[in-house]
């Protein structure tokens, strides 16, 4: 019989579970456990709060998660190409296009010339969208704000410059060297170790000290 374990306990259950295999492997050293992992917590995060959102604005406004993502950075930074949407919404070409159609059809959101390139379209938010925004922002905000009670007004700032250190140090000091390069860098800068001295052996085949 399968166990389901609850968000809210899964994580000490799963650190528990980890320290008595990390025991009974003695011969696999892990240097940061998989729960100890930034991205691995940020994604289970954001997996079960966006899993749990979606269904209100899929129910309500058929949309689907990455439309209401763009729907959202739209509302806020507007207008947009859909290059500097990708940006900020850290989606791949093939899905923005994907979202920006559908919000076009189903006239949440303009497709415009944009004045100052007319090779791009520039997007912005219709009254429709407008109104569509502001209904799923009400349930997103409260939310929010359940999830955020958590921490007292001082672990909220920390945790927000902490962010804002992570997604600079992810910029400047990662994603700009490329995997390739940064795999090459990592592997160069690990300590590297003396060769083992082969032991010597005593007449009889005892090693020496």
Known sequence: MCRTLSPVTSAPIVRASLRGTQQSMKSTKVSVPLEDWIGYRFSLISARLGNFVAPMYASRHGLTMPAWRSLAVIARYQPLTAKQLATLTSSDAFKVARA?????RRGLIRRDVDKEDRRRASLSLTAAGRRVYNDIEKFVVRVEKELMAALDENEIEILRRSLDKL???????????????FMKGWAESKPRLPPERPSRQRPGGTPSK
Not at 100 to 104: F, M, R, S, T
């Open 100 to 104: 920006i159609e559908l919000l076009v």
């Open 167 to 181: 997604d600079r140090q992810l910029e400047s000091r990662i994603k700009i060297h490329g995997w390739e390069k």
